[in-house]
């Protein structure tokens, strides 16, 4: 969901946009089942929104409470990155 929210932070994509986005950011692609099924879940946790489509795609939107939700979960992601940092500067030679 941390991809997913990610990839609609610089604004609506379609399900296929946000696929190509995760690739393009982590190198793997996201299956198209596992994609809709985080999709419908992110949905009804009210993170994101479906807006109405567009040239028979279904685009989707991060909501102010996804936002939210997305910027606490990088702070935390970050700080718990910078820790593992300099716990391996430390074990350095």
Do not use: N, W
Request: proline share 5%; no cysteine; hydrophobic share 40%.
């Amino acid at each position: 969901s941390l991809l997913i929210l990610t990839s609609l932070s610089d604004g609506p994509k379609h399900g296929y946009a946000i696929m190509q986005d995760i690739e393009g950011g982590t190198g793997r692609p996201m299956g198209a089942g596992t994609l809709y099924a985080a999709l419908a879940r992110l949905e009804e946790e009210g993170l994101i929104e479906a807006l109405a489509p567009v040239d028979r795609r279904r685009p989707y939107r991060l909501t102010a409470v996804g936002a939210s939700t997305l910027a606490e979960q990088l702070r935390g992601l970050s700080a718990f990155a910078l820790r593992g940092l300099r716990h391996l500067g430390e074990q350095q030679p």
